[in-house]
């Protein structure tokens, strides 16, 4: 019981970052069908942003660890919102009124651009790092096992659901909100009603990799090391996790990224690490034979 309760926190931690990810693909796809497979390098961008950032930090003697943290999770949101914006003048907007298969190649070429930006720029051996926030607290006892939760994972779920809050506000309660919603149901009807679609999509994409640096940073102090790959085995996780909690849907994304982040811990921690994906994608392939919209998906649309 106590090893079975101390994974359920390893996956409830994971599962977070994969649902910060997966709202990025989810927002993006809500607004314009499509799904933004550079997604995940954005947020490896963040990742490596993150570390650049806390190393020269360090370098010039800021050793205070939360103003360390903040002023490293400003500078990553706002370079990762840069390249989102960038991603999406460069691959989406030129090719929104082709056939629909073009903005989907011109997304991978995209990715592969950035993977082997990063891996030349910062070279493809794994970046190691000192935990910033060591310790934690042993919560329960039995049969000579520690059931530890670190105050790293704390940071990481709270972070998580107050960035989450954040957005939801944002989507249900602002003007740039509305205008979501707006071209989400029907793009060319916002813009005849005078919303400026083309900046709303562009934001859509801001918010989304800002969100993926937030993911970048945690991921960084969670696990201590990062490469130039990252952004395509989280990308794949988060994508799978927005589809099987429903594309399109916010909470769906969050709800998605916890499953996948359980499923992965628990088939790691009683059976073979190396299936580990494959029992993810089994449990998506066997969601969506019963389920097509997935869990919290929509077939309806909803009036604004």
Known sequence: ???????????????????????????????????????GDVFMIGAFISLISLTALAALGITAVPLALAV?????????????????RVAYRPLRGSFRLAPLISAIGMSITLQNFVQVSQGARVKPMEPLVPGGMNIWTSDGFNVQLSWMQIVIVLTTLVVLGIFTWLVSRTPLGRAMRACEQDLKMASLMGIDTDRTISLTFVIGAALAAVA??????????????????????????????GIGSLPGAVLGGLLIGLIETFWSAYFSVQY????????????????PTGLLGRNDVEKV
């Open 216 to 245: 970048g940073l945690m991921f960084l102090l969670y696990y201590g090391s990062i490469d130039f790959y990252i952004g395509f085995i989280a990308g794949v996780k988060a994508f799978t996790a927005a589809v099987l909690g």
């Open 1 to 39: 019981m106590a090893y079975a309760l101390q994974q359920l926190i390893n996956g409830v931690t994971l599962g977070m970052i994969y649902g910060l990810i997966a709202v990025g693909y989810t927002m993006v796809y809500g607004i314009i069908g499509m799904i933004n497979f550079a997604h």
């Open 72 to 88: 490293t999770l400003l500078f990553a949101v706002a370079i990762a919102a840069l390249y989102g914006w960038t991603i999406e």
């Open 276 to 291: 580990k994906d494959v029992a993810a994608f089994s449990i998506l392939a066997i969601t969506l034979v019963f389920l």
